[in-house]
Each structure stands twice: as C-alpha cells, then as structure tokens.
C-alpha cells in the first residue's frame, strides 16, 4: 500500500512539473497535493517495515482491491485542493473512473480545467490501464515480497500467457511495450496536427482504453482530420489486443500473431461489424440525403466514423466522434450488446473479453454433440489444446455473476428514479468500463445528472468490473475471512 501510495504521489508531482511547464496556476496545490500522498505512502511502510512479507493467495486479493480503492481515495486530492472538482462524491467518482479506465466523466466543460489537472486525469488512466498491481509486481521482489499472488489476483482470466518464467520479467516487458506505444502515438498525433499537450493525454487515454480527452467534445473535435482519427483507432486496437500478441509481433514471431484464435475473432469482428454498420448509416442516409450518398467523402467519412466507434466501445476505450445513438434505433440495439463483448485477454480492455465468448460458444456447440454421443469425451479446444474443465467452470461463473451484477446494477439505477435506458445503459457501461452509455447518460452528455448516491453505486460497479468480478466479490464471502 505505501509503494503505491509513493507511486501516485510521484505522478502527482509530474503532474504538478506540467503545471508549472504550462503556467496554470495551480502548481502549488498540486505540489502539496503529492507531498501529502507521498507523506502517507511514506508513513504506511515506515510503520510496516518489520511485517511478515509473505504473501499468499487470500493477502493478494485484499492487497489488489484495498490498494485500488486507496489509490483512488489519494487521487482525489488534486481535484480537492485545485478546487477542479470540490465535491468529494464527484472527485472520487472521477478518480475511479480513471483509475479503472472508464472515462465516465461529471465535468460538463473540461477545457476549463487547468492543464496540471487535466494530465493529472489522463495520468489515472495510464496508471489504472496496465494495473498498478502489475508495476508494483516489477519492484516488490527487490523489498523481498514475491509477487505471483498479486498478479493472479490483478489478472483472474483465463488468458495469462507468460512473456517469461519469472512474473517480475513479465511485468516489465508488458510495461516497456506499454511505454514504448504510448510515447510512439504522442508524436504521431503531435505529427499529426494535435498540440502537444492534447496528443500525451489523448495518447494516455488510448493506451489505457480509457476514454478521458482535453475536449468537450472528446474526439468528434477532430472528425475534419482523419488521419489523426485513424492513428487512434490504430491504437485503439492495439490496446485492446494481448499485449503477448504485442510481444511475439515486435520480436517477429509473426506466427504465433496469426495462429492465435482470439486475435483472429477480435480482427474479423471488428472489421465485419464495422462494414455492417457503415452499410446501414449508408442505407439509412440514402432515404434521407440521396445526394451525397455516392461520395467517396462521404463513404470514408461514414465508414471512419462506423469503424471508430465500433473499435471504442469493444475495446471499451469510451472516446467519442460520433453519437452512436443517433443513427438507427437498431444501431443503438447493436451498440448496446457491443459493450458486454469487451477486448482481449491480457489487454488493458474491460468487458467479459473475446476469449470468454469463444470459449462460452464452443462448450454451447459441443453440448450437441454431447447429446448426440453421451459416452463420448469431448472437450473444447483452444489454440489447438485442450481447455480444461477448471477454466469452462470459470468462465461459466464469471458469465453467470457478470450478467448478474449487471442486472443488479441496473435495478440499483433505477431505484434512484432513473429511466429504464438509463439505468442499464449506466450499468452495462460501468461494469463494462466502457464510458458512454444510454438516453440522459449517452455519448453527447456526461454522468453530472448522476445523483451522488448513483455516483458511489457506479464507483462500486467500475471496481468490480475492472478488477473481473472475483477479486472483490470474494471479499463478501465468509469463508474468505475464515481461517483453515
């Protein structure tokens, strides 16, 4: 707790240089703002430095979900005492939403947030996307604390493929890969005409899938430059890709990229979803506007705008350059059941992920030939192995408790008097990490409407879907808290 606590503050400091850099008057309260996180983070190991440091599975999964919620309580501070957001709800709704890489925002007009805090914000996602578990695991073993618990609990999927034997190393190559993308998009939307400012942040925001931008109107205020639309959703894409599959095509083992089922499914649904949507704004713009129909400015643009928000809502990155939920009433329907699909396993994406709807889909096709051949031994297979019955029975609880948090969360939205759209749009979106979500809460409108007391119940279901269920969900349990 106190590293994280020494690592928030440190950023809130960098926060503070960008401050300073821009001259935006609030370099001292951010420079108070991380001595008093780092001042805690400092107290919490000095008063622990004799503790037991073996960690074991039951530590692992309370370590991950107490830091998150403590990290978020610090990151509070800088909108505190800048005065961006004074309500604490608001700030602290604010916080988890960057540190879980939502980018639910409360903030109707963010251009006048002073441009320390806006990096401060980004900065949330950046650290939430990779899981600031997974950086601690690169520096616990040097204080003598090993870290495989914490990563099982940070990453419960079924997709951890290991980049090398030793989970420190893992965690260090995904964070150079991580690093190494994140500056690359700088300077190409810096190359691409955003200011510089606006590509570290928008960079920040992409890698993470999280979704917080420097404008009001989030990407939309580039849709007169596509090329910087397109490097987004290049990186969009990436980021909502296994960053193994990241590895094994940056050392050129181009074949383990192509073999690898999921990413297979996730490249061809997002490429023949996007052409289904496309087509349809086409047919329906037909109807309405026959006269531009067959430009080719019109077709790119419509197929850009088609693919761009296809690629944010799967990978849950949340920006927005067009209000999806103005096309059709079908595509809103289509949209909708994009959030639940979610990216990659070992991605910084939220959602139920591809390989879990993979799996779910195989195991359902084979229940026939199992009724057909009731003697047979059949097991679904991926990549070519043999999926064990362990990780089906996994998958099938995380579906089954994924779909009913959703439906839980969605009654506690409507309890608040929110509309039926509303309130499973909200806790689709929520849980999901996604961003936007439906009617009062769609991509045009931010989450201010939001009462407080919705605002801690979307909190909770963001933490519960970045961390995949399990990790916080355990904690309710009473034989966790039993000593065997």
Do not use: C
């Amino acid at each position: 707790m106190g590293i994280l606590l020494l690592f928030n503050g440190g950023l809130i400091l960098f926060s503070a240089l960008v401050s300073l850099i821009y001259i935006d008057g609030v370099t001292f309260e951010l420079t108070l703002s991380a001595f008093l996180v780092l001042s805690m983070g400092a107290l919490l190991m000095l008063f622990t430095r004799e503790h037991n440091k073996q960690i074991q599975k039951r530590e692992g999964y309370l370590i991950v979900s107490l830091g998150w919620i403590l990290m978020s309580l610090s990151g509070t501070i800088p909108y505190l005492l800048t005065g961006a957001i004074p309500d604490f709800t608001a700030s602290f709704f604010e916080t988890m939403s960057g540190y879980t890489t939502t980018g639910a925002t409360i903030l109707n007009d963010v251009e006048i947030i002073p441009k320390g805090v806006l990096f401060w914000r980004s900065t949330t996602h950046w650290i939430g996307g990779m899981g600031i578990i997974v950086l601690a695991i690169a520096i616990l073993p040097f204080l003598g604390i090993g870290g495989i618990q914490l990563f099982t609990a940070e990453a419960p999927g079924p997709g951890r493929d290991k980049l090398h034997p030793r989970i420190t190393d893992t965690a260090k190559r995904i964070w150079l890969i991580y690093l190494i993308y994140t500056v690359m998009e700088t300077f190409l939307l810096y190359f691409a005409g955003m200011s510089f400012f606006d590509a570290m942040n928008h960079a920040m925001s992409t890698l993470s899938t999280g979704g917080f931008s420097t404008k009001n109107s989030s990407i939309s205020f580039w849709n007169d430059q596509p090329l910087i639309q397109y490097i987004i959703i290049s990186f969009m894409f990436l980021a909502g890709t296994n960053f193994v599959i990241s590895y094994f095509a940056l050392t050129r083992k181009f074949k383990k990229v192509f073999k690898d089922e999921e990413f297979k499914v996730y490249l061809f649904f997002i490429l023949i979803t996007s052409l289904i949507v496309s087509g349809l704004i086409l047919i329906n713009d037909n109807q309405t506007l026959p006269s531009t129909i067959f430009s080719f400015s019109h077709i790119e643009s419509t197929f850009r705008g088609a693919l761009f928000q296809v690629v944010a809502v799967i990978t849950t990155t949340g920006f927005v350059s067009v209000d999806f939920t103005l096309w059709t009433p079908f595509l809103t329907i289509v949209f909708f059941g994009l959030m639940f699909l979610g990216g990659s396993s070992g991605s910084t994406s939220g959602g139920v992920k591809v390989v879990r709807h993979m799996l779910m889909i195989k195991s359902g096709i084979l229940e026939f030939k199992r009724a057909l051949h009731p003697n047979a031994i059949i097991q679904a297979r991926y990549n070519k192995k043999t999926v064990s019955d362990s990780i089906s029975y996994n998958i099938l609880g995380f579906f089954i408790l994924y779909m009913l948090s959703f439906i839980i969360g969605a009654l506690g939205f409507s309890s608040l008097g929110l509309d039926f759209e509303s309130s499973i749009g909200l806790s689709a979106s929520t849980l999901g990490n996604v961003g936007p979500a439906l009617g009062d809460f769609g991509p045009s409108n931010t989450y201010s409407a939001l009462p407080s007391l919705g605002q801690w119940w979307a909190s909770f279901l963001m933490l519960l879907g970045r961390l995949e269920l399990f990790t916080v969900l355990i904690l309710f349990t009473p034989f966790f808290w039993k000593k065997h």
